[in-house]
Every structure is written in structure tokens, then in C-alpha cells.
């Protein structure tokens, strides 16, 4: 079945300019998740939604970043005004509900900021 | 002190050798466990989840030690292809959330 898809999967823009990073969760998955991945670092929680709930944002670095998830399904993350220390892999996640259950990540986007 | 604990490694273990690496974790509330792996420039993907009485699959043996707080994964018999970095996750529940925390993961080389 489809697996969690992530677009672009490279996106090269001029420091200064907004960026806008699409996730389609696994159908049915109540909970996305964003990370995002320097090289050679380890996972950086960003955000995550769970169904309709308001969702967790502690992990957003600056007022720059933002996302949203409409219809409880696709979801975008916004950067605006990027900086070249936002170049970094940003990797989105979604499982069902339930502690029990695993994460499944899609094949991240690579950012890159001139 | 880091939630979530790792040796980062590098471990270099000749091919057809055991490994195990742990993971620790501070948080006792935290629930459940799993290991991922993360090839170079992928994302993570499940390995296998770690059950409290312990759970094997193929050649990967996972275990949890809820007194000491830490996970362990043991390869037996390892290939070539198993060389990846290896990430801890434990997930809780906050203020009806469902958090989980990333180790920073263990690297590990097979050498033929």
C-alpha cells in the first residue's frame, strides 16, 4: 500500500525566501509528525498533530516555522524568511493512534538554502 | 542528561559476528519501545518493536529492562546489509499527547 509521501524531495531556494514542504500521510493514520535531520545529526522533533486536537508545536525553533493539517490528513510545514541554518532534511511521519504504534516515515524533503 | 541515551559507535564488526548495542532512557513513565534503522541519507525505518518479554525476529533479538530503563538489540549471524545506524525510540503519553524521543542512534559498520 501507499506509504507516507513527502514533496518536494529536493528544494534549493535563495536565503530570504519562504519554503512550503507537503505531507500525505498513510490513509487512516491519525497522527503526522515533523522532524527534521541535519547531516550527520540525530532526529529534531518539530511538530505533531493528533486528529483534531490541537496540535504539539513545542518543538518549532523560531516563529518562522509553522505547519498545518487540513482535513486531518495532508499536511504542509512552512518556513518563511529562511536562513542557510534551516538547510537540513525534513522528514515527515504519521501512525495510527496508540501507543503502541510504530511511526513510518516518508522519504523526507532536502532543503537547501543558498 | 538526554531522555534518550546511545553509544554513537562507530562499532566495526566483522561479518558474521554478534553485536548488540543498549539504549537508555530516563523517563519512567515511558511505555513503548522500538528500534529503527536509518541507512545513509534515508529516512528511519522500523526494525521491530521491543516487547516487555522480550521478541526476536530472524536474527534481530530486542529486549527491555523497565528496572533499569534501558533497551537492548542483539544481531546475531550479521550481514553485510545490516550496516546502518541503529535508533533507539521511546514512546510515552503527555498530558495526553503521545510523545516520542529519537535516540541519536548507533552507528555500525560489517566488514567482509
Known amino acids: 500500500g501507499a506509504g507516507v509521501s513527502q514533496s518536494p524531495s529536493n528544494k534549493v531556494t535563495e536565503k530570504g525566501k519562504d519554503v512550503e514542504l507537503r505531507c500525505d500521510p498513510i490513509?487512516?493514520?491519525?497522527?503526522l509528525y515533523w522532524y527534521r535531520q541535519s547531516l550527520g545529526q540525530g532526529l529534531e522533533f518539530l511538530i505533531y498533530?493528533?486528529?483534531?486536537?490541537?496540535?504539539?508545536k513545542s518543538g518549532l525553533p523560531s516563529d518562522r516555522f509553522s505547519a498545518e493539517r487540513t482535513g486531518g490528513s495532508v499536511s504542509t510545514l512552512t518556513i518563511q524568511r529562511t536562513q542557510q541554518e534551516d538547510s537540513a532534511v525534513y522528514l515527515c511521519?504519521?501512525?495510527?493512534?496508540?501507543?503502541?504504534?510504530?511511526?513510518?516515515f516518508g522519504d523526507g524533503t532536502r532543503l537547501s538554502i543558498l | 542528561r538526554k531522555e534518550v541515551e546511545q553509544d554513537p559507535g562507530p562499532f566495526n564488526v566483522p561479518e558474521g559476528a554478534t553485536v548488540a548495542f543498549n539504549c537508555t532512557y530516563s523517563?519512567?513513565?515511558?511505555?513503548?519501545f522500538f528500534w529503527y534503522r536509518q541507512d545513509c541519507r534515508k529516512e528511519p525505518k522500523l526494525l521491530m518493536s521491543?516487547?516487555?518479554s522480550g521478541n526476536e525476529d530472524g536474527r534481530f533479538t530486542a529486549q527491555l529492562n523497565r528496572a533499569s530503563q534501558y533497551i537492548s538489540l542483539l544481531i546475531r549471524d550479521s550481514k553485510l546489509s545490516d550496516s546502518a545506524t541503529y535508533l533507539c525510540?521511546?514512546?510515552?503519553?503527555?498530558?495526553?499527547?503521545?510523545?516520542?524521543?529519537f535516540g541519536t542512534g548507533t552507528r555500525l559498520t560489517i566488514i567482509p
Open positions: 511521519a504519521s501512525s495510527l493512534k496508540g501507543l503502541n504504534q510504530p511511526q513510518h
Open positions: 490513509s487512516g493514520h491519525t497522527a
Open positions: 498533530f493528533q486528529g483534531n486536537s490541537a496540535p504539539d
Open positions: 523517563n519512567s513513565a515511558s511505555q513503548s
Open positions: 521491543v516487547y516487555s
Open positions: 525510540v521511546v514512546k510515552y503519553r503527555n498530558f495526553g499527547n503521545e510523545k516520542l524521543t
